[in-house]
C-alpha cells in the first residue's frame, strides 16, 4: 500500500507541474483533465501526508516507552500509544477504501428517471414526493436540477418526470437510488382512512457523452410539436418540443422544457445517448453478475429498495436492513446517510471480494 501511495504522490507533484505550464493553460481539453486529475489526487495525498505523520508519532511513542527511564514520561507515551494506534488503524481503512479502483462513471452527470408505478393517481403523487426529496437533495449538494420533461397525475404529482442533474461526483452518489420505491399511507383520496402501498420507479443513468455512444444520426426520427408545458403562450404555440426516436431500438425521447427548439433536441439527444449507453452498461454488468453479486450495486430497476411507512414515520432500506423514524426529513432531502451506508456496504464487499481473489 505505502508504494501505492508514494506512487501516487510523485503523480501529484508531476500533474502539480503540468497544470501550470503555458501550453496546458491554453488547451482547455487538457487543462480540464489535468484540474480533475489534480483534484481527485488531492484528497489521497493529503490522507498520505497524516497518515506518515501518524506513523512517525507512533515511532517516537514507542522509542520513548523502550529507551526513556522516567516511568511518568513512559506512562504518558503509553497513554499517547493507545491513542494514535485506533486513529492510524481507522486513517489505514480510509486509504484501503481510497485505493479502490473507482467507478469510471461515478463522476458522471446523470439522468433522472421517476414514474408513478401501482397504484394509480397515489402512485402519481408519491412519484411527486419522491422528486421534491431528490430536489431537496440537490439543492443541499449545490447540483444543478434542470427538467427534460413530464407527464402530470390526475390528481397531482407526475405519472413520468425526466430531469438532468449536473455537479461533482452526481452518479458516485446517486447510483444506488435506482429501483422501486414503495410507499404506506392513507391516501388523500381514501375515505375510510385505510393504509394503500403504492410504488414509484427511480432510474439513475450515467449521462454519456459523444465518446461514450456513437450515434448514426441517420438512426434517428425526429418530430416536433406544440409543448403543453409551463413556460408562458410561446411555448404553447411554437413546435418547439421536440420527439426523437431511436430507429434500431425503438426507444423514443421527448423534450419540452425549453423555449427553443435546439436546446429541446440537444437534451433529448443527451437522454437517448445515457439510455443507450445504460444498456450497454446493464450488458456488461450481466456478464460479471455471475462472478459477483453485490447486494446494493445491481441497480435492477425491478428491485424493491426502501419502504417510506407514513403512519409509523420510517424509512427502511432492505438492501442494508437500515431503518430510521424520521421520515420528514428524509422526505425533504435527507438522503445522505443511506447514500452513505450503502456506499460503506458496496466497499466494504469490494475489499472483502479483494481479499478473497
Known sequence: M??????????????????????AVSDQKRFMKLSKEYKDLEKIVVQYQAYTQLLEEI???????ATEKDEDFREMAKGELDELLPRR???????KEMLMPKDPNDSKNVILEIRGGTG????????????????RFCEKMGWKMSLVDYTEGTSGG?????????????????KFESGVHRVQRVPATETQGRIHTSAASVAVLPEAEEVDVEINMNDIRKDTFCSSGAGGQSVNTTYSAVRLTHIPTGLVVQCQDERSQLKNFDKALTVLRSRLYEIELQKHNDA??????????SGDRSDKIRTYNYPQSRVTDHRIGLTVYNLPAVMDGGIGDFI??????????????????
Request: no cysteine.
Open 2 to 23: 505505502l508504494d501505492q501511495l508514494e506512487a501516487i504522490r510523485e503523480r501529484f507533484n508531476e500533474v502539480a507541474q503540468q497544470i501550470v505550464q503555458p501550453e
Open 59 to 65: 515511532e517516537n511513542a514507542k522509542k520513548i516507552i
Open 89 to 95: 488503524d481507522t486513517l489505514e481503512e480510509t486509504l
Open 120 to 135: 394509480g393517481d397515489e402512485a402519481a403523487i408519491f412519484a411527486g414526493d419522491i422528486f421534491r426529496m431528490y430536489q
Open 158 to 174: 407526475y405519472k413520468e418526470i425526466i430531469t438532468e442533474i449536473e455537479g461533482e461526483d452526481v452518479y458516485g452518489k446517486l
Open 288 to 297: 460479471i453478475a455471475s462472478q459477483r453479486k453485490t447486494m446494493v450495486g
Open 340 to 357: 452513505e451506508q450503502l456506499r460503506i456496504a458496496e466497499n466494504a464487499e469490494r475489499l472483502k471480494e479483494g481479499a478473497t481473489v
